[in-house]
T-cell receptor, first 113, second 114 residues
Framework: QQQVKQSPQSLIVQKGGISIINCAYE??????FPWYQQFPGKGPALLIA?????SEKKEGRFTISFNKSAKQFSLHIMDSQPGDSATYFC????????????FGGGTRLMVKP | DSGVTQTPKHLITATGQRVTLRCSPR?????VYWYQQSLDQGLQFLIH???????AKGNILERFSAQQFPDLHSELNLSSLELGDSALYFC?????????????FGEGSRLTVL
């Protein structure tokens, strides 16, 4: 059962544009929502994360927007750069599961120069 | 470099065989998580060990088993291999104590079953 659904599966954006990736979750017990970035041949690495007590978190060009009532969250990459080309995974975890993460299916982002 | 070491990086074997994947967590991390990444399934949680004890199981097949040793390294054993077991297997570790939600992933072991 996929508890975190991610869209789109792939995304092509021009350099300088905004990349938007969306995720929806089902389990209301989730209380931590990170985004991971994965480059080819590498393992995923934490990019940015949010807890449900805030609606937005910004770190540089990366912003998470969180809508608790809709059980949705999204990643916005402003001024997208070719170096941002990677696969992005949203994830969720719950308090009694330690750091065990349930991942979305991933979005392959390509930023064209 | 995340500090998590996985070996081997690549492994090619035949159906029916058995393989062992090894993971060394970051220094000081007590938790080890195993994930399977295939093209059509994304990152699937397999199993979690904390300080030598199994803490949680995910979608791990009965043909697969894992353990964490006293020196905290972990091994994932895959037996009676099938073509569908071809995937990237990631190990991740996290520090003890306060839940941070951050996992540190190794670079993975790519398994090809022919």
């Amino acid at each position: 059962q996929q508890q975190v659904k991610q869209s789109p599966q792939s995304l092509i954006v021009q350099k300088g544009g905004i990349s938007i990736i969306n995720c929806a979750y089902e389990n209301t017990a989730f209380d931590y929502f990170p985004w991971y970035q994965q480059f080819p041949g590498k393992g995923p690495a934490l990019l940015i994360a949010i807890r449900p007590d805030v609606s937005e978190k910004k770190e540089g060009r990366f912003t998470i927007s969180f809508n608790k009532s809709a059980k949705q969250f999204s990643l916005h990459i402003m001024d997208s750069q070719p170096g941002d080309s990677a696969t992005y995974f949203c994830a969720a975890s719950m308090g009694n599961a330690g750091n065990m993460l349930t991942f979305g299916g991933g979005t392959r982002l390509m930023v064209k120069p | 470099d995340s500090g998590v070491t996985q070996t081997p990086k690549h492994l090619i074997t035949a159906t029916g065989q058995r393989v062992t994947l090894r993971c060394s967590p970051r220094s000081g991390d007590l938790s080890v998580y195993w994930y399977q990444q295939s093209l059509d399934q994304g990152l699937q949680f397999l199993i979690h060990y904390y300080n030598g004890e199994e803490r949680a199981k995910g979608n791990i097949l009965e043909r697969f088993s894992a353990q964490q040793f006293p020196d905290l390294h972990s091994e994932l054993n895959l037996s009676s291999l099938e073509l569908g077991d071809s995937a990237l297997y990631f190990c991740a570790s996290s520090p003890p104590g306060r839940k941070t939600g951050e996992l540190f992933f190794g670079e993975g072991s790519r398994l090809t079953v022919l």
